[in-house]
């Protein structure tokens, strides 16, 4: 807990302690449908207006291509978001979370809060608010008796590219933070241990649980593991710590990307998704030692759950056409519904380590995943597992890239199919809501819609001159 959080604890005057400490400015930002955060900077004297009624903002970023090109139509039907008749980008309301309350240490002055999404009219949460789904994942596994812990491990690149500029090179052109990769390279980490150590200190300060940081496979790609937690904490932790990144690096004019596959010669990057289960007494739920590597009968049907629902939840998991790049043999990406015991080329890796280790590494999401949507997607088929008692196959415990085509079940290979499963996932409209669903399906479908009529490198070299 951060010195701001525990004098907060002791005095519930925010706007005071802030006062105290000099700050100026006030960060208010939520997550979009891509993960990118949005919202707006106020004076720290607008904040006590602002904490009891709320800061009014346009929904139109519900709306927004990721790169604000355009903007895409309501599905018709929502039920529960705007009434028909208030279709023309109307207000809603962020609502502060002083628990997330953290001293920004990169601005001078400046404190972020996270804020969440609600409706004007009835003050309840915007259906389709990524943070706000996930919540209501955790409140229905509470009711189940269990309390969701993660952690997500997340990969990037470090570019020499200038940020807030119109990307127009080649893939391949681009100039990474060094050309030669180094997978857990202690020497080569030395070299670019200047921006490894700016990273780590800035997130520290942020109040950000950084436990290790290591060179990954690509030419300057990191891989930071942030400490387990509640669900909702932990996705709001790897929520901020991608946008801090950008902001960290982008102050020494470098560019940090956690797109899936930023060339096609470069190792795709991961987001690696750990989740377990506490019991009513604070257990472990995943562990029991009486049976077969100490896997208890909640974890296998949590298993179960995840592995049956794989397919159908892959759009959330996998949210653009990029995403897709990275699903090939030895990518260490899961591009099967399969599991195992510590088998790093299954899509669900069973890790067993006693009563507060046991866990499960779901390894399908990217990179370019949204934390918030990634985590309810997969507590929500793991909690239909545990609900419905779903048994899982067996572990698999050979490697599942070498295995003959047909042999496991495979995953979406494609943005489109992975989009025709979740439209028609009883699941994902129980556990996630059915306007929600709805919502994602058409933002990710106008990803489609643009990639078509993109003319891409590949295309001018293959057919320019022949044809």
């Not at 400046?110 to 004007?120: F, G, I, N």
């Not at 200190?201 to 690509?218: F, H, I, R």
């Amino acid at each position: 807990m951060s010195d701001l959080q525990s004098e907060l604890r002791a005095d519930a005057d925010l706007v005071g302690i802030l006062e105290r400490r000099g700050v100026r400015t006030v960060v208010l930002g939520g997550s979009d449908t891509h993960g990118v955060m949005r919202g707006k900077r106020i004076p720290l004297a607008q904040l006590g207006r602002v904490l009891e009624h709320g800061l009014p903002l346009c929904d139109v970023f519900w709306v927004m291509h990721v790169d604000e090109s355009d903007l895409v139509a309501r599905p018709e039907g929502h039920e529960g978001y705007f009434p028909t008749e208030r279709n023309g980008y109307p207000d809603i309301v962020a609502k502060p979370d002083l628990s997330t309350a953290r001293i920004v240490p990169w601005h001078a002055d400046t404190v972020l809060l996270l804020s969440d999404w609600h409706l004007p009219h009835d003050g309840g949460p915007v259906p389709i608010s990524p943070r706000s789904v996930l919540s209501r994942v955790v409140e229905r596994s509470r009711t189940l008796g269990y309390e969701p812990v993660s952690a997500l491990e997340l990969e990037f690149y470090v570019l020499r590219e200038k940020v807030g500029t119109l990307h127009h090179k080649r893939a391949e052109d681009l100039v990474p933070l060094q050309e030669a990769p180094s997978t857990y390279g202690v020497v080569l980490g030395s070299h670019q241990e200047g921006v490894g150590a700016l990273i780590r200190d800035a997130m520290l300060a942020y109040d950000l649980p950084v436990e290790a940081c290591n060179p990954e496979t690509g030419p300057g790609q990191f891989e930071i593991n942030l400490r387990y937690g509640r669900s909702v904490k932990a996705a709001d932790d790897a929520f901020l710590f991608k946008s801090a990144v950008k902001e960290v690096v982008g102050q020494h004019d470098l560019l940090a990307t956690f797109m899936a596959k930023p060339a096609s010669s470069w190792a795709g990057n991961s987001c690696h998704l750990h989740v377990s289960l506490r019991d009513e007494d604070d257990r472990g739920a995943f562990h029991d030692a009486a049976s077969p590597h100490e896997i208890s009968t909640t974890m296998r049907h949590f298993a179960g759950g995840v592995l049956s629902t794989m397919a159908e939840l892959t759009a959330l998991m996998a949210p653009t056409p990029n995403s897709y790049r990275r699903y090939v043999p030895y990518s260490w990406a899961g591009t099967t519904a399969t599991w195992g015991i510590d088998n790093r080329s299954v899509g669900l890796r069973a890790i067993c380590e006693g009563p507060d280790g046991t866990r499960l590494e779901h390894r399908q999401p990217g990179g370019d995943a949204n934390p918030y949507i990634a985590s309810a997607a997969l507590l929500a088929g793991g909690m239909h597992g545990v609900e419905q008692k779903i048994e899982p196959p067996d572990p698999v415990d050979l490697d599942v890239y070498a295995l003959p085509q047909g042999e496991v079940p495979l995953l979406p290979s494609s943005l489109g199919e992975a989009l025709d499963l979740l439209e028609r996932s009883e699941v994902a409209r129980d556990w996630l809501g059915a306007d929600f669903v709805s919502h994602y399906v058409e933002m990710k479908r106008a990803e489609l819609r643009a990639q078509a009529v993109a003319v891409t490198d590949w295309e001018v070299a293959r057919y320019l001159e022949p044809l």
